[in-house]
């Protein structure tokens, strides 16, 4: 069992005190925070390593380009894939993402179809409209049952021999609906089509196997699983990344350059141009060290633990609705709710006063808002995490009834 007192610990940012309160980080899907060793290797490299990767012999500049590439090792064996060639650097899920729909520009014919589902966050739904837009394709949408889950029969009419696309979030972030990535993959390989995953959500919480799962491209962040913002991972199957064209050109992607032409060196470098977030990668690296250290089985077994625990308490106070699946098995650990009478914004606002961090709009996932029937577009978000325990559920349960009293609902 994680000792999530104790893990506490090494992140200095909740020793703080908000608006006369111990804070209570309950923010997770948004952004996770940084424990002192994610924090030191950042330091480190700017610090003792400084230098550009792959481009020089110098000392420094072989020290850091040694432990970038290990950290993207570290990701190889996070998610179980088979070649450090099937890991690039990006920005984060969302770059990652827009690199597969610009992929997919390259071969998307009109009549040509792209399924995803209505529970998609807006980075796994605006570049596929623009994919949609630019090439002729269709962009087609599964919906969900009554308690919050994908509607695998609507899934399984919609893919059909047309489907060129899936792409998928394995967990919502609003819903927190566990789905089915490995099945829903079975169904697009059928139909000869590719299937993306959207891992944000999933990397951090649960163990990921991109050969068991045999997803043709797999994308997550670095900042949600501990590690800084501003890097992340597309995963991509090696004889797919092989076929397509770089999204971006320059430096250190190139083999050769003429006048009047150039060609690209290997994978992974390939698409990586320009100057990498060398630092982010290795504070990744730290931060899946750090991720390792407590095990993702366990990790993922303390939120089940902190929804059992706080999911009943929730449903007890009268006027407030939870979204989602009533399972708490399928669920990651996200509750979004509503409380009647009052807007998200007026909640998380009463709640931050508590020192309470909740998340509170439309989470980046309109058209999935817009299906709730919310009344008023959006609804509060409590997400958990490594470091989260029983005492902050309590005190979100607290802070929700004091709103309730403030506000006479």
């Given amino acids: 069992m994680i000792d999530a007192e104790k893990i506490r610990q090494d992140f200095p940012v909740l020793e703080q005190i ?13 952004t996770t925070q940084k424990p002192k060793a994610v924090l030191e290797a950042l330091q480190h490299y700017y610090e003792t390593d400084n230098a550009n990767v792959h481009r020089g012999v110098h000392t420094l500049a072989e020290r850091a380009t040694a432990d970038f590439e290990a950290a993207r090792e570290k990701v190889r064996a996070f998610i179980n894939a088979k070649s450090t060639k099937e890991i690039l650097f990006t920005r984060g899920t969302t770059t ?10 390259q071969i998307l014919q009109p009549n040509d179809e792209i399924v995803i589902s209505i529970m998609e966050h807006h980075s796994n739904l605006v570049p596929w409209q623009q ?6 394709a269709t962009l087609k949408f599964v919906y969900l ?14 893919i059909t021999d047309k489907t060129k696309f899936v792409s998928i979030t394995q967990v919502s972030n609003v819903l927190g609906t566990i789905n089915p990535v490995k099945e829903i993959g079975q169904i697009a390989h059928e139909h000869g089509a590719y299937m993306v995953v959207d891992g944000a959500q999933s990397t951090p919480h649960m163990a990921i196997d991109v050969e068991d799962m045999n997803a043709d491209f797999f994308a997550f962040s670095g900042h949600k699983m501990l590690g800084p913002t501003g890097i992340g991972v597309l995963y991509g199957k090696e004889e797919l990344l092989n076929t397509f064209e770089p999204i971006e050109f320059g430096g ?3 083999d050769f350059v003429y006048e009047d032409h150039s060609t690209w060196t290997e994978l992974p470098w390939k698409f990586e141009a320009g100057t990498p977030n060398i630092a982010g990668a290795i504070a990744l690296g730290a931060a899946i060290d750090y991720i390792n250290t407590i095990g993702i089985s366990e990790i993922h077994a303390h939120e089940q633990e902190l929804l059992n625990y706080v999911v009943p308490k929730l449903r007890a106070i009268d006027g407030l609705t939870i979204y989602g699946p009533t399972d708490n098995s399928k669920r990651g650990g996200v509750i979004s709710f509503n409380l009647a009478g009052l807007h998200p914004h007026d909640v998380a606002t009463a709640l931050d006063m508590e020192g309470v961090a909740v998340r509170a709009g439309h ?8 299906k709730l029937n919310t009344e008023v577009g959006a609804t509060a978000r409590a997400s958990f995490y490594i470091y ?9 349960v607290d ?6 009293e403030f506000f006479n609902v």
Avoid at 18 to 30: G, K, Q, S, T
Avoid at 363 to 370: D, E, R, V
Avoid at 388 to 396: G, I, P, Y
């Fill in 96 to 105: 990652s993402l827009n690199w597969v729909a610009q992929f997919a520009r």
């Fill in 131 to 136: 994919a949609a837009q630019a090439t002729g």
């Fill in 252 to 254: 250190e992607m190139i």
């Fill in 145 to 158: 049952t009554e308690n919050g889950e994908l509607d695998m029969n609507d899934l399984r009419a919609k």
């Fill in 18 to 30: 908000v608006n006369d309160e111990p804070l209570v980080y309950l923010d997770n899907a948004a």
């Fill in 388 to 396: 989260n325990t029983k005492a902050d559920c309590d005190k979100l």
């Fill in 363 to 370: 989470h980046c996932a309109q058209p999935l808002i817009n």
């Fill in 399 to 404: 802070a929700l009834l004091k709103t309730k």
